[in-house]
């Protein structure tokens, strides 16, 4: 056994290890050799396993297992599964990953689907258990389908000669091996796991059901318009089963909320069971039982209801957890944005693949369909595939530029997008059963790596498209690739000039944003006596309880929303620093610079009086052709006389000071849930940052003071400067805190790391990879074991050090691409319902000439565009 041993040139499968020991150890041994001896022959061959009993431990801290690549899981060529850090890849790239860990056992997993064997009469064979399925795939396949039928295949693999082990085996396998492929699998879905539980278990039939009385007291119940009787809430309304009281929940199973008037009716009268009004369907409803403390089942529920009016066999749910009231006002808006009605052809191929919905994940896909659809992301990272993936980490599942290309890659590549074959498309239409195939991606890997730690984006609630676009590039300013930036492409200029009221002299202050925000100047609307009409009519179908009419939608022309951008706004409290004391002002904001690609959000969602949340429901005629030249800065214009540069005094709680003087962040450590509660309010994202981190991560409410007293300062807006890690943080640094590439690294901590072994060029890399974070810069160094001289890098590295050395130049500014303001629109986001935090999003994207929705999973070519009712618009610049 010596011999067998030898042929691998170490005792294990370490770094560099590329020659199949398994493979090698079978063809030495002779016909003589015992099972035994074949045993201890193969174990070297195996890595390390945490087993046998943390093995379901670790299995259940890695939610990446199976689905690293969890849309390869349908591919033809299934998942590889490395049994050392079960990671899984698709067939082309597990050859990547062996020849950079040289790890080399995988277990091959692999889904077959097959036409069912059909019986004596041509009908489908009885449908009996199957047995062949043991794989838990979290798949959208019909595992009792009537044509189909499915068949899962293991085995082990034994790279680089793709030596083959079918699973189970027993007999030839070490114990320890057996008991690790018994584990994986046997694991159930992880992600799965993370979905909130589902109703598994049979509701029981409330004791009530049967002999429930029902007062004859003539109450009927309108289709819509319904609102609680004690409190006027027009959501989250219960009907009484016994008296027929339209009533508001509180805290029942679904989490809605209310004042609990439903309740509170039951304690006054003892009527045990209530419907939930707007889940009603032909096939049930959400039943409560105040008795029994209880969601119950009600099998006399159809009778129940009648004796209210209500024909429980013509009533329809309703999608996305709103209730029917909450729609029924709004149904054109949901049938003209999905553009319900119209046939409308499906789209296959590069660049038309969806992604799966995962309950309230629209906000997301909506985003990334837009995103994907802009030539600089798609080069930064689908074009650079095979370089990020080379140079990933050992753990891919936790690096954001693996996740993007992936996601990328996904919907650019076509793989997942392909039309039906033609002999089926044939049968189908034999069989009247026609329906469009839309494959689609599922983005459960990217949602949970880019939502981490987010209290909000790592929910399953329904989120704004708009913040999840700016938290995402975010999370792009942090991890850029080398010098490319693909979010430069939205980076502009803001400057606002505020003037005193008293003293009439001004300031003019630069400000980093990614996106362009319009007020909807609801009076301007063109159709104001219509609203008005619409206005009296619909109270007057309330009162009465009569059918809801029609929705009029106010029309409200483009250039009111832009002129009321431009106009100056009052500043409250404004700090003068002319008259050293408060003062009134007036602030007006231009373009500094244009973007190479506008962002438009049209802010149609506001608070009302009693701070409940509410849309604009409005058709805004927005333009194709897009031009902002006007709304170009000017700077200090003659006979204009600057205000004093004078700093406001700092206010700081008194018991935070001692805190504040004892406590330096690490501004990687800056709290991102503070940065971002300030950035929702308005304020500049560079300087929520600044605030959060000169506050010590005390929260957002004294950050906000900090804003409060800072605003006025001349670099209020400018780049959060570290003091001790060189250089400054680029624009959105405030959120985004990448340090401009174009810096030198500071020398002192070049010699620290320098000092302990590694390589200059080496240093300088991981430093500028890591915003020159002393910390950060180690453990990219780690991470990346496999890095190699780069004599080109290391030359413009050097030049660059020189270069700032000799012109001791100031850092360079955030890095914006200025140009003419001209644009044409190419993509727009579109929201459905009453609020961001409910309701769905979709995307119109044009391309090749022409619209194309993108519906979640489903592509299909536009034919009536709602680009009057969208919620996000992006533009891209016409070259001058």
């Known amino acids: 056994m010596a011999r067998l041993c030898m042929s691998t040139g170490s005792p294990g499968l370490g770094r560099g290890h590329r020659c199949g020991c398994l493979w090698s150890c079978w063809r030495l041994l002779d016909d003589s050799c015992t099972l035994v001896a074949l045993r201890h022959a193969c174990l070297p061959c195996w890595p390390s396993f945490p087993f046998p009993l943390s093995l379901s431990d670790y299995l259940a801290r890695c939610p990446w297992l199976i689905y690293f690549f969890s849309f390869f899981q349908n591919s033809e060529g299934g998942l590889y599964i490395c049994m050392n850090t079960f990671l899984a890849f698709g067939r082309e790239h597990v050859e990547r990953h062996f020849r950079k860990t040289g790890q080399s056992v995988y277990m091959h997993l692999k889904r077959h689907v097959r036409e069912k064997v059909r019986g004596a009469s041509g009908g489908a064979l009885p449908k009996r258990r199957n047995s062949k399925l043991f794989l838990d795939l979290d798949t959208d396949d ?9 068949e899962d295949e293991a085995k082990l693999v034994i790279f680089p000669d793709h030596y083959e082990i079918a699973l189970p085996n027993i007999e030839e396998l070490p114990a320890l091996v057996t008991i690790a492929c018994d584990a994986v699998l046997s694991s159930k879905s992880p992600y799965r796991k993370q979905d909130p539980d589902t109703w598994e278990n049979e509701l029981p039939v409330s004791k009530y059901a049967n002999n429930l009385t029902q007062l004859d007291n003539g109450v009927r119940i309108p289709p819509s318009g319904w609102k609680c009787a004690r409190c006027d809430l027009r959501e989250n309304l219960w009907l009484n089963l016994t008296d027929g009281s339209v009533l508001c929940g509180k ?14 009716h039951y304690r006054d009268t003892g009527y045990p069971l209530a419907v939930k009004l707007g889940t009603i369907t032909p096939d049930g409803a959400d039943v409560y039982s105040f008795q029994e403390e209880e969601p119950v089942l009600d099998p006399h529920l159809a009778k129940h209801l009648a004796h209210f009016g209500i024909d429980m066999l013509h009533m329809h749910g309703t999608e996305n957890g709103l ?44 985003v990334m369909q837009a995103i994907f659809s802009i030539p600089e992301f798609q080069r930064a990272y689908v074009g650079n595939l095979p370089r990020i993936f080379d140079y990933s980490p050992l753990d891919p599942t936790q690096d954001f530029n693996t996740q993007m290309t992936k996601l990328g890659h996904g919907l650019l590549s076509g793989q997942y997008s392909k039309p039906p074959v033609k002999s089926e498309l044939i049968e189908q239409v034999m069989k009247e059963e026609h329906k469009p195939q839309h494959n689609g991606i599922s983005p459960r890997m990217f949602k949970a790596f880019v939502s981490k730690s987010h209290p909000e984006f790592s929910s399953n609630r329904q989120q704004d498209a708009q913040e ?7 999370l792009v300013e942090r991890n850029r690739i080398g010098s490319e930036n693909p979010s430069d492409v939205f980076r502009f200029l803001v400057e606002e000039r505020i003037q005193c009221c008293q003293t009439r002299k001004v300031r003019y202050t630069e400000r980093v944003d990614y996106l362009m925000q319009l007020p909807v100047a609801m009076e301007a609307a063109t159709n104001k006596d219509e609203l008005i009409a619409y206005e009296l009519t619909r109270r007057e179908a309330e009162v009465n309880r009569r059918p809801l009419p029609e929705l009029v939608r106010a029309k409200i022309p483009f250039s009111a929303c832009l002129q009321a951008f431009s106009e100056p706004e009052n500043v409250d409290d404004f700090w003068s620093s002319a008259l050293q004391a408060k003062s009134a002002g007036v602030k007006t904001s231009r373009f500094a610079s244009f973007p190479e690609y506008l962002v438009v959000q049209i802010k149609k969602f506001t608070f009302g009086l009693d701070w409940v949340p509410k849309k604009f429901d409005v058709s805004i005629d927005m333009p194709d052709l897009l031009d902002i030249n006007h709304l170009r800065a000017r700077g200090l214009q003659p006979g204009e006389e ?22 330096l962040i690490d501004p990687s450590d800056i709290d991102e849930s503070s940065v971002m509660q300030l950035a929702e309010m308005g304020f500049p994202l560079e300087a929520c940052r600044k605030a959060v981190y000169f506050t010590g991560n ?66 300088i890399q991981a430093l500028r990879a890591t915003n020159h974070s002393l910390e950060r810069a180690l453990d990219w160094i780690f991470s990346h074991p496999e890095f190699e001289e780069d004599s080109d890098f290391v030359i413009e590295m050097e030049n660059n050090a020189n270069a700032n050395i000799i012109s001791e130049a100031k850092p360079e500014g955030p890095r914006v691409k200025d140009g003419p303001g001209t644009y044409e629109l190419f993509a727009f986001i579109s929201h459905m319902g009453t609020s961001t935090m409910s309701g769905h999003y979709i995307c119109h994207i044009k391309k090749e000439g022409r619209w194309v929705i993108y519906n979640d999973h489903k592509v299909c070519a536009s034919e009536r565009p709602p680009k009057d009712l969208g919620y996000m618009y992006f533009y891209r610049r016409i070259p001058s």
């Open 698 to 763: 005390m929260g957002a409410e004294v950050a906000f003071n900090w804003i409060i007293v800072h605003m006025e300062e001349p670099d209020f807006a400018e780049p959060l400067t570290m003091p001790g890690y060189g250089g400054a943080a680029s624009a959105g640094a405030s959120v985004f805190g990448a340090a401009g590439l174009d810096n030198q690294p500071p020398e002192e901590i070049i010699s620290i790391i320098t000092s302990m072994g590694f390589q200059r060029n080496q240093a």
């Open 142 to 150: 019909d595992l009792n389908s009537d044509d189909l039928e499915y």
């Open 251 to 264: 805290w029942f199973f679904d989490s809605s909320g209310g004042n609990g008037h439903a309740l509170e």
């Open 468 to 474: 999840f676009f700016l938290h995402l590039v975010n």
């Open 323 to 366: 209730q029917d009231n909450e729609i029924k006002p709004r149904v054109s808006e949901w049938e003209v944005i999905q553009e319900s009605g119209t046939k409308l052809k499906p789209m296959y191929g590069p660049g038309y693949t969806g992604l799966k919905n995962l309950g309230n994940s629209c906000y997301l896909s909506s």
């Open 642 to 663: 600057e205000l004093p540069d004078i700093s406001p005094p700092i206010v700081i709680p008194d018991d935070s000071k001692d805190r504040l003087m004892n406590q």
